[in-house]
């Protein structure tokens, strides 16, 4: 399966094409989208849109991840990244892609192991997952993280499907178990004598 990973931005738009075999991931492509802040803001926007399909045109994804921004302090700056985000979620859906969705810290956690990793531990990652991987910029890095982390979850999806149990309700059910089993043991543990005197009215202690 060829995933395409996009770190959506109204300046820089990163990009990341991966193939995906089993646990097996391997680098296709990577790059970045950029528009000139001199730009008028609709035409900015429709150079994003025509770079990513452009982009979907030479390397034929079978699926898209799009990375969920977060809001900041500056509220503008907050509104035209989601428009950013907007056109990356479009452009893949009119192309007839799914679209998975990941909130950074769970892409980081895919691919670093952990929620607070910095950009240059998620670079190192990606290059360490797919030997021979030439980053060309951090966005493009956040994008093939995406990529990564959509296939993790495409994969981990088919295993459950396929009838292999869901490690975190497994997990649950087992705690559950124990629980239940020890409050039998506490019930079994209860001193016979307190449970007769308890019937009479009295407690020995």
Same mark, same amino acid.
């Given at each position: 399966?060829?995933?395409?990973?996009?770190?959506?931005?109204?300046?820089?738009?990163?990009?990341?094409?991966?193939?995906?075999?089993?646990?097996? $991931?391997?680098?296709?492509?990577?790059?970045?989208?950029?528009?000139?802040?001199?730009?008028?803001?609709?035409?900015?926007?429709?150079?994003?849109?025509?770079?990513?399909?452009?982009? $979907?045109?030479?390397?034929?994804?079978?699926?898209?991840?799009?990375?969920? @921004?977060?809001?900041?302090?500056?509220?503008?700056?907050?509104?035209?990244?989601?428009?950013?985000?907007?056109?990356?979620?479009?452009?893949?859906?009119?192309?007839?892609?799914?679209?998975?969705?990941?909130?950074?810290?769970?892409?980081?956690?895919?691919?670093?192991?952990?929620?607070?990793? @910095?950009?240059?531990?998620?670079?190192?990652?990606?290059?360490?997952?797919?030997?021979?991987?030439?980053? @060309?910029?951090?966005?493009?890095?956040?994008?093939?993280?995406?990529?990564?982390?959509?296939?993790?979850? +495409?994969?981990?999806?088919?295993?459950?499907?396929?009838? +292999?149990?869901?490690?975190?309700?497994?997990?649950?059910?087992?705690?559950?178990?124990?629980?239940?089993?020890?409050?039998?043991?506490?019930?079994?543990?209860?001193?016979?004598?307190?449970?007769?005197?308890?019937?009479?009215?009295?407690?020995?202690?």
């Amino acid at each position: 399966m060829r995933i395409i990973g996009l770190d959506p931005g109204l300046r820089f738009t990163g990009w990341g094409i991966i193939e995906s075999e089993g646990n097996r $991931l391997h680098h296709v492509a990577n790059g970045v989208i950029k528009t000139l802040s001199t730009n008028e803001l609709p035409n900015r926007l429709v150079e994003i849109h025509d770079g990513i399909r452009a982009v $979907l045109g030479d390397y034929q994804p079978d699926e898209a991840a799009v990375e969920i @921004t977060l809001a900041n302090k500056n509220p503008s700056s907050t509104l035209k990244l989601g428009m950013a985000r907007g056109i990356a979620l479009i452009t893949p859906a009119l192309a007839g892609l799914s679209v998975g969705e990941y909130l950074p810290m769970i892409v980081k956690k895919s691919v670093v192991g952990t929620g607070h990793a @910095t950009k240059d531990q998620v670079a190192m990652m990606v290059e360490r997952l797919m030997p021979g991987c030439k980053i @060309t910029s951090s966005d493009a890095a956040d994008a093939l993280a995406v990529a990564i982390c959509h296939a993790h979850n +495409v994969s981990t999806g088919r295993k459950w499907a396929a009838g +292999v149990s869901d490690p975190i309700a497994a997990a649950l059910a087992k705690q559950d178990e124990a629980r239940q089993q020890d409050e039998g043991n506490k019930g079994r543990k209860a001193s016979p004598y307190k449970a007769a005197a308890k019937g009479r009215g009295k407690t020995f202690r």
